[in-house]
């Protein structure tokens, strides 16, 4: 054996070893592969086809090669149609900002009466259990094709997203400083001014702002069903297989959302930082629980 | 047997954290290290495994250059150098023995440490740490239900699990307080008796340092400014390595 | 009395109402652009309520022959592409972590990669493997394979980047090879977070699968795109509400279990 551990003689002393660890490794496999097995039979997907399909997939991205960088397409088809997702994006996250801030009030527990809150929370998790793009086909018989729907749609399911997470942080507050207003004789006015809003504007901004980044994907795609935006002109180049066409949406939409990811993580970043003196995480969820923003 | 042979670090952006190290510690010893903050004594001790590399100069770790040595070649000096640290260092949300296997990665293939698979020797081995620095019986529990001095003995003993030839200790009761850091200090001088292996203790407290050392090298800037036997020491020697005077943060104990 | 020299006011810098002219100025000519119209809603009332009216009463004899199978056809991509999006992530995740990847080029490309496909919207690569392994829930489950991946692969590495060194330093220092170093080390540090993510990401999957089929990837999203050119809103209504009642349950399961978790 060894130079150092000779045998001590009987092992006295020596805990058990729990039954559990070599349970739950097994556990764990069983519940990540049966299921699978079950959706994957279920939906029909043999080794064949997974093996196939990197091959179909690289005859369609060879075929997106080059794409078409003629003037007509990129600037008068697809950028303009970009720039409208933006657009759609921009307005449907102020939208969902602002009625999704004076709402969080009422759904934060420190702060309001526990029916409001309960109310409010609720109408919360109702408005996001629906997808962005399921809110944009039930307004499409209403509002009619275009952005405007869009932005309904996406502004609607924001204030539910935003809701849920500024009331969140809201409640995550220090009680200290509103207690020291409080007792200085501050009413509420001050109270908000100088204890609740310092303490939550640069979270709930920053969560502004990374809504804003996925509501410019979001938005990207609602046209694939008419909700204006760069989504319908990759419907029809797709459709008529004009893959280099194809190619060049894609390309233009993937760079412009880089932009304004980049430009808003840095803003993101030195909001953060900013927060009282302290050097803030980049990453906003620390919390699982937290991570309900996308 | 360990040697500095004119070993020199300097850190990206100029500062000389060792400067023309010489020493050479023979199996076996057991060595306090003594300095003000920042003197060099992490970055001497960190040089001996080579998670600093020196820019210049040689160490030598039982007959292999660490300097310039390949990543194999690396790992193997690493396995048989156990390195103690100040906080401690342990895996809080698992156990306590697995805390102390990681002691033997490098002697299992990765299949058999990420599944868990430890050979029963490998186990044995960990046990029988724990057993040495007497903590055995809180071999599954979780590693942050313990407390700092325990903590301490799990990274030990984790060091134990290497079989290593030489022990480096990073300010190991830095972290303590002044009952269990005797009984830490006490732990490293018994394996040292025990067990032979060569023991390399950075120390913030003079006071420990003139109880438990039995060699003493001071370092100021960077600089080797003593080397000698403990018994030869006295407050005037601190006074030269430090470049000033004695405060009552440099001891551990305020007597009196 | 203190002896101290007042400082100087900080200047009041001109910039914050700079960019706020800036920020009101490209709102109102975004809304301009999108046709904001609040008129147009409160004109349009009417219209509004008569089409709602359309919706109601949810035609519910239909939905109980014709819901259940599509249903489940998309809760199995979304479990089938939520599981092996997020198994596939878990290495990605590690090289893009600057604690954690082997080298520089490594964490470059990785990081580089991950953003590349995140930036593409879930619906537009249904599309594009909709295009490629034609229509039906492959095509469904290969894009919200990309979808989870792409998010599990930024939120893991995150939050790796904010693990603690200090056990992996000491799993380096006794001679471990790196993966074997960041095994040992930061895995289980980030395990417990990992899977709070893959709840919430395969709860993201449901939601996202439920719409795919409007582009042909399967799932219960054709059957709306299909009743609803039939103009059978009575329908699509009882479609809406199943699917706002399991992604509701799913949601709540999900929670509760990540509360859990921590």
Known sequence: MSEIFHDTGAPAGRPEAPRSTRWIRWTVLVILVVPALWAASGLGISMQRILEAPADMWKIIRAMYPPDFSYNQVFERTLPKVMESLYIAWIGTMVGAFFSFILSFGAAKNLSPRWLTFVIRNLFNAIRAFPELL?????LPIFGLGAWTGTLAIGLHSIGTLGKLSSEVIEG????????????????????????????????????????????????????????????????QLRFRNFQAAGTVLLVTIVVVLIIDTVSSMIRRRIIAGKAGEEGPTELFEEPAAVGVL | MIEFKNASVTYRGGVRALRNINLTIHDGEFIVIVGLSGAGKSTLLRAVNGLVPVTEGSVVVDGKEVAGASPADLREIRSHVGLIFQTFNLVLRTSVLNNVLMGRLSKVPLWRSTLGMWPEEDREIAMQSLERVGIVEKAYVRASN??????????????????????????PVASLDPVTSHIVMRDLQRINRELGITTFINLHFLDLARAY???????????????????????????????????????????G | MSEGVRPARPKKSIVP???????????????????????????????????IGRFFPPDWGWAKE???????????????????GCTFALPVAFWASKLTANNRWVYYIDKWFLNVIRTIPDIFWAMLFVTGVGLGAFAGVLALIMFSFSI????????????????????????????????????????????AYALYIFELDIRASTVLGLVGAGGIGRVLEAQRSFFRFDRVMAVVVVIFVIVFLIEQVSVFVRRRLV
């Open chain 1, 135 to 139: 809110l944009a086909f039930i307004f």
């Open chain 1, 173 to 236: 507050i220090d009680p200290g400083p509103l207690e020291a207003i409080h007792s200085a004789g501050g009413r509420w006015p001050s109270v908000m001014r100088f204890g609740v809003l310092p303490q939550v504007l640069p979270t709930i901004v920053a969560y502004w702002l990374y809504r804003f980044e996925i509501n410019l994907r979001v938005s990207a795609f609602l046209g694939v069903i008419g909700a204006g935006g760069v989504g319908a002109e990759l419907v029809s």
């Open chain 2, 146 to 171: 313990l407390s700092g001095g325990q903590q301490q003995r799990v990274g030990i003993a984790r060091a134990l699990a290497q079989e290593p030839k030489v022990l480096l200790a990073d300010e």
């Open chain 2, 213 to 255: 050392g039995k060699r003493m090298v001071g370092l100021r800037a960077g600089e080797l400014v003593y080397d000698g036997d403990i018994s030869d020491v006295s407050d005037e020697t601190f006074r030269e390595i430090y470049g000033r005077a004695i405060t009552p943060d440099d001891i551990m104990e305020i007597k």
């Open chain 3, 17 to 51: 109402y700079f960019v706020a002219a800036a920020v009101l100025a490209f709102t109102v000519f975004a809304a301009r652009q999108v046709g904001f119209s609040l008129s147009q809603i409160a004109n349009n009332f009417d219209t509004a309520r008569d089409f």
């Open chain 3, 66 to 84: 014709n819901v259940p199978g599509p249903m489940i056809e998309t809760i199995q991509i979304a479990i089938l592409a939520s599981i092996i």
């Open chain 3, 152 to 195: 599990m692969g930024k939120l893991l590495s995150e939050t790796i980047d904010s693990a603690d060194p200090g056990p992996l330093e000491a799993a380096r220092s006794t001679g471990a090879g790196h993966t074997q170093a960041v095994q040992a080390a930061v895995l289980p540090q980030v395990l417990p977070n990992y899977v």
